[in-house]
Protein backbone atom coordinates (compact mmCIF):
# COMPACT_ATOMS: atom_id res chain seq x y z
CA UNK A 1 0.00 0.00 0.00
CA UNK A 2 1.31 3.58 -0.70
CA UNK A 3 -0.16 7.17 0.59
CA UNK A 4 -1.56 9.43 -2.39
CA UNK A 5 -2.73 12.70 -2.28
CA UNK A 6 -5.77 13.19 -5.26
CA UNK A 7 -6.76 16.19 -6.51
CA UNK A 8 -10.20 17.25 -7.87
CA UNK A 9 -10.82 21.10 -10.30
CA UNK A 10 -14.27 21.60 -10.21
CA UNK A 11 -15.88 24.38 -12.62
CA UNK A 12 -17.13 26.43 -9.87
CA UNK A 13 -17.87 26.28 -6.06
CA UNK A 14 -18.19 23.56 -3.87
CA UNK A 15 -19.80 23.23 -0.41
CA UNK A 16 -18.63 20.66 2.40
CA UNK A 17 -21.67 19.24 2.35
CA UNK A 18 -21.36 18.10 -0.90
CA UNK A 19 -18.12 16.55 -0.32
CA UNK A 20 -18.91 14.56 2.56
CA UNK A 21 -21.56 12.78 1.12
CA UNK A 22 -18.74 12.00 -1.41
CA UNK A 23 -16.62 10.44 0.94
CA UNK A 24 -19.05 9.13 2.68
CA UNK A 25 -19.92 7.02 -0.87
CA UNK A 26 -15.70 6.50 -1.26
CA UNK A 27 -15.92 4.77 2.17
CA UNK A 28 -18.88 2.52 1.59
CA UNK A 29 -17.02 1.73 -1.26
CA UNK A 30 -13.21 1.28 -0.63
CA UNK A 31 -12.84 -1.70 0.75
CA UNK A 32 -13.97 -3.79 -2.49
CA UNK A 33 -11.25 -2.56 -3.90
CA UNK A 34 -8.77 -1.99 -0.40
CA UNK A 35 -8.49 0.82 -0.55
CA UNK A 36 -8.37 3.43 2.71
CA UNK A 37 -9.44 7.06 2.20
CA UNK A 38 -8.32 8.91 5.29
CA UNK A 39 -8.94 12.24 5.19
CA UNK A 40 -10.20 15.08 2.34
CA UNK A 41 -9.65 19.12 2.39
CA UNK A 42 -11.77 21.41 0.75
CA UNK A 43 -10.94 24.97 -0.96
CA UNK A 44 -14.86 26.09 -1.37
CA UNK A 45 -14.44 28.99 -3.47
CA UNK A 46 -11.59 27.76 -5.77
CA UNK A 47 -13.60 24.31 -6.22
CA UNK A 48 -10.83 22.18 -5.30
CA UNK A 49 -10.79 18.63 -3.10
CA UNK A 50 -7.52 17.17 -2.03
CA UNK A 51 -8.39 13.53 -0.86
CA UNK A 52 -5.68 11.33 1.37
CA UNK A 53 -5.73 7.73 0.43
CA UNK A 54 -3.59 4.67 1.26
CA UNK A 55 -4.19 2.69 -1.91
CA UNK A 56 -2.60 -0.51 -3.93
CA UNK A 57 -2.12 1.76 -6.50
CA UNK A 58 -3.37 5.24 -7.82
CA UNK A 59 -5.72 3.12 -10.37
CA UNK A 60 -7.72 1.76 -7.50
CA UNK A 61 -8.18 5.12 -6.18
CA UNK A 62 -9.50 6.31 -9.04
CA UNK A 63 -11.39 3.28 -9.28
CA UNK A 64 -13.46 4.44 -5.81
CA UNK A 65 -14.22 7.61 -6.97
CA UNK A 66 -15.50 6.39 -10.55
CA UNK A 67 -17.90 3.83 -8.68
CA UNK A 68 -18.89 5.97 -5.55
CA UNK A 69 -19.70 8.74 -7.25
CA UNK A 70 -18.61 9.64 -10.63
CA UNK A 71 -16.06 12.34 -9.45
CA UNK A 72 -12.47 11.14 -10.45
CA UNK A 73 -9.60 12.98 -9.41
CA UNK A 74 -8.06 14.98 -11.91
CA UNK A 75 -4.08 14.46 -10.51
CA UNK A 76 -3.00 11.93 -8.19
CA UNK A 77 0.36 11.90 -6.68
CA UNK A 78 2.43 9.61 -4.65
CA UNK A 79 3.26 10.95 -1.43
CA UNK A 80 5.26 10.75 1.41
CA UNK A 81 4.20 11.08 5.09
CA UNK A 82 6.59 13.34 7.45
CA UNK A 83 6.22 14.41 10.69
Aim: net charge negative; aromatic share 6%; proline share 2%.
Amino acid sequence: MALYMDVHTLDGPVTMADVAAAHAADLATQDQHGVHYLRYWVDESAGKIFCLVDAPDAEAANTVHREAHGLVADEIHLVNEGV
